[in-house]
């Protein structure tokens, strides 16, 4: 099983729409949890931190099952602007240095 | 703060020859990384320092090496360019590493990027 599993897309969605991805994580001992956003020929940037009580930073909402070891990232009011790779991205524990990243998963947004 | 910055932006190397990336970051970070990315691949890590002085290898340290003579600056050198190389090249630098539960301060902040491509 792969350290970090996200279905790469492409999600092809209308503006307006509300869009969900989902990321597994074979490490039960993982950390911390973030996705981080990357455009077309760009750095990755940080979107989020995913904290276990789940978490909402405007239209976006991140949401963290420890239990089945998946992470989510839903996000209302689909913007023109928000078409871009997602990676969801986990450290495997404490005090380790490394982050993983998944392969990202593609967003278009249609107008 | 101009954040993290890498030199050059794009480079083409001839197989066997050498070549160091720049990046250097002005947020006074203890933390420093160079990661590749492969087309439709996530990010590798290939090293890492903890600070000045200190480095240590990632998942893919093979054909490279670093040097972290200051807390700024974190070259990274191909000693023999192979194609296998060819990849987009991201620095990234972070001020702490979150122990458990709420991660402020570990956010990874990438520079712009080096795209080599090795013929």
């Known amino acids: 099983r792969k350290e970090v599993e996200q279905d790469p897309g492409p999600f092809n969605v209308p503006e307006g729409a509300t869009v969900a991805f989902n990321c597994t994580y074979s490490?039960?001992?993982?950390?911390?949890f973030f996705w981080y956003r990357q455009d077309c020929r760009k750095e990755p940037k940080l979107l989020m931190s995913?904290?276990?009580s789940g978490n909402e930073d405007g239209r976006f909402t991140a949401q963290l099952n420890r239990a089945s070891q998946y992470i989510s990232l839903l996000i209302r009011d689909s913007k023109l602007s928000d078409s871009a790779t997602y990676l969801c991205v986990v450290r495997p524990g404490a005090g380790s240095y490394q982050l993983t990243f998944g392969k990202g998963t593609k967003l278009s947004v249609i107008p | 703060n101009a954040g993290v910055t890498q030199t050059p932006k794009f480079r083409i190397l001839k197989i066997g020859q050498s070549m160091t990336l720049q990046c250097t970051q002005d947020?006074?970070?203890?933390?420093m990384y160079w990661y590749r990315q492969d087309p439709g691949m996530g990010l590798k890590l290939i090293y890492y320092?903890?600070?000045?002085?200190?480095?240590d290898k990632g998942e893919v340290p093979n054909g490279y090496n670093v040097s972290r003579s200051t807390t700024e600056d974190f070259p990274l050198r191909l000693e023999l360019a192979a194609p296998s190389q060819t990849s987009v090249y991201f620095c990234?630098?972070?001020?702490?590493?979150?122990?458990?539960?709420?991660?402020?301060?570990?956010?990874?902040?990438f520079g712009p990027g080096t795209r080599l491509l090795v013929l």
């Open positions: 490490n039960s001992a993982s950390q911390s």
């Open positions: 320092s903890v600070g000045a002085g200190i480095t």
């Open positions: 990234a630098s972070s001020s702490r590493l979150g122990t458990s539960g709420r991660s402020q301060g570990e956010t990874q902040y």
């Open positions: 947020m006074n970070h203890n933390y």
């Open positions: 995913v904290y276990s």
